[in-house]
Structures are given as structure tokens and as C-alpha cells.
């Protein structure tokens, strides 16, 4: 019997949180507590690492979300979107971090760094 | 074709290569800021080496002595020199110079590497014709 509950709820947490990131812009009370603590665990592991002159993204991300930018170069970088930086330009200096805030709007947002314009990425923003 | 115009050409080569050095670095400053913010300043150094580098260029310009060929040749070599290395050589930072290493091309750098290569190689040939005409003159 109590193991039939675990997995009931576990299933239930399941569908809460896939659902959670799936549809971001639902309104936050219908998830519940639940699909607020999968929001918050999220953001926290986003996190744009910038090693050796190349971006690793984390995959995609929620829109307005907030992300870690990571350069572990000992030259600065920039995460400046291609639309001549007015979506998002960030700069992190050498070993250091910043933060980049997600566009609200869903979609592909191609970016480079400003004096290496031959590293390029694309950040995935899903709504 | 006689000295005189074989040095004014071998100058216009020397000038036209320091102007694009000039302006690629000037142009390039203020990334060269973001990419090395410690001790002087890529932005500093990219700008020093701009102003020098116009500098020497009126001055070859103006006067078309040896001299200005030998500073134009320093100057040429001062550029090639470090973009060379810092392309090839991840060189940590050293006192006032920041690390500079830039594994990656791009057509600033390929233009101002021309640039530099020629200013350098001409400056070269323009300090033995100088040199010649004052040798030429001495036994006249
Ligand atoms: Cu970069």
C-alpha cells in the first residue's frame, strides 16, 4: 500500500515538474509548490561555461530565467547576442563570472564574443 | 627605374602599411579592452600602438630619411611580433602586460598581420636605399 502511494506521488511529481518546464508561462499557482521548486532548482544549475575560446551551453532555457556565466579563460570574453548586443552583452573577465539574463520571448538567440567574433552559440529559449 | 622613385614608392608601401596598423588596433581597442583588462590594458596598448604607429607614419612620410625607416621598421616589428606570439603562445600575464593569447582568427587580425609584414619588409629595403643615397652623396 505505501509503496503504491510513493509511486503515485512520484509520478505525480513527475508530470508536475515536466509540465512546469514545458509550459513556463503558465500561470506559477497552477503547478503549485512543487513546479515553483523545480523553477528555482533549475535556474541554479544554468550555467554558460566559456573554456578554451568555446561556448558549452546548458541546453535549452525558460525564458527570463537567469544564467551563470562561467569563463574559466585567462582572457575576457562577452556574451553579446548578434543583433549588435541589444538583446543581452555581457562581459566576464578573465576567471571570473557574470550573469546573463534570459529574453522573455521564446526563440533562438545566436550570440558571439566581442573580441573573438569567431566564437559563436546559440541560446535556446523556450517559453 | 631611378632611386628616387624606387624610394618613394618603397616609402607610400611602408606608410600605407603603418596606417592600417593604425587603424586596426585603434578600431580593435576597445574589444582588446574586454579580452585584457589587467594591468596596463589591451585598450592602452592597442591605442599606444595606433598612436605610434601614425605617428612614425607622417614622420616617414614627411621626411623619407633612414632613420624614419629604421623607427617605422621597430614599429612595423613591435605589432607582428606579439600578434604572432599571442596567436600561437598562451603567454600569461607579465608585470604591467596583460595575457593577450588569441588562438583565433579573424580578418582584423589577417589585415593588420599584412599590414605589419609588408611595413616591416619595405622598411627594410627602404633603409639600404637610404642608406645608399647617403653613401651616394658622401662620395659626390
Ligand atoms: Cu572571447
Redesign the pocket.
Known sequence: MDMRTIAALALAAGLLTGCGSDAADAPTGTAGASGTTATSSESADLVIV?SD?AFELPGPVPAGATVTVRNE?G????VTSDDDGATFDVAVGPGEEATLTVPQEAGDYPFH????PA?TATLVVEG | MDDRTKELLVRGVVVLGLAVDAVIHLGVAPAMEL?APDGLGGGFLFRAQATVAGLVAVLLLVTGRRWAYVLAGLVALSALGPVLLYHFVDVPAIGPTPSMYDP?WSPEKVISIVGEALALAFAVVGVRLTSRRAADTVRA
Open positions: 566559456i575560446f579563460d582572457v575576457g570574453h562577452t564574443c566581442r573580441p573573438h566564437m | 579580452a583565433l
